[in-house]
């Protein structure tokens, strides 16, 4: 059974409130006769696949500077391994709001 467990930090570069996370992956195909890359990053050139995005049910005041954590574990659903179960565990900056879970179902 494939889990995946992963921890990462984002720094706000401005003022705003955090309503959302988004989620894309890169991937290289390294032994077809022509090896390619692709990337899903909004930030690479479109594809058809798209970013998955996990809405918070608390949304998060941040200000420049300030560090939002978050711990991701993903797993195949019980029912349907086609589904993942996947939990992130949000820590917002100091004096904001206590950190939390958030859990989602992928279809």
């Known amino acids: 059974e ?6 990462s930090t984002g720094t706000a570069t401005h003022d705003d409130t955090v309503h959302a996370l988004t989620a894309h992956f890169d991937v290289a195909f390294s032994r077809c006769p022509k090896p390619f890359d692709m990337s899903t990053s909004p930030l690479s050139e479109f594809t058809h696949w798209k970013q998955t995005v996990f809405y918070l049910d608390t949304p998060i005041k941040v200000s420049r500077g300030q560090k939002l954590g978050v711990k991701c574990s993903c797993k195949p659903n019980a029912k349907n391994p086609r589904d993942l179960d996947i939990t992130i565990h949000y820590t917002p900056p100091a004096g904001t709001t206590e950190p939390w879970s958030q859990d989602y179902r992928l279809r």
């Open 2 to 7: 494939m889990c995946i467990r992963d921890r």
